[in-house]
């Protein structure tokens, strides 16, 4: 059982940056984790993701500007977000999978066992 919370949301403005962390319960070593964002009104989608082999997907809206990393000495998983855009404003949650993913399973919410309870992110105009 793994159990996930997320920090580090809040209000910035276009081109502003943030960090978003996640503290793990369990070990995440072993799993996919991932990234993934709501607005109002749309469906969750995946934003980042990497393996226990460090191995990186990201969405083509956020390649360049978003890196996720994770410390696994810490449960950690990271998402560092520069040159944040109105269009990013979303809630963000933390997933992890319970088994390994192929690569072009990664970026889907059904894919994943485990959510946090999300971290709010407004970049406004």
């Known amino acids: 059982q793994v159990q996930l919370m997320e920090s580090g949301g809040g209000s910035v403005q276009n081109g502003g940056s943030l960090r978003l962390s996640c503290t793990a319960s369990?070990?995440?070593?072993?799993?996919?984790m991932g990234w993934f964002r709501q607005a109002p009104g749309k469906e969750r989608e995946g934003v980042a993701t990497?393996?226990?082999?460090?191995?990186?997907i990201y969405a083509e809206s956020v390649k360049g500007r978003f890196t996720i990393s994770q410390d696994n000495a810490k449960n950690t998983l990271y998402l560092q977000m520069n040159d944040l855009k109105p269009e990013d404003t979303a809630m963000y949650y933390c997933a992890a999978a319970q088994v390994q993913l192929a690569s072009w399973l990664r970026l889907r919410r059904d894919r994943y066992n485990y959510w946090g309870q999300g971290t709010q992110v407004t970049v406004s105009s």
């Open positions: 369990g070990h995440i070593s072993s799993t996919c």
């Open positions: 990497v393996d226990r082999f460090g191995v990186t």
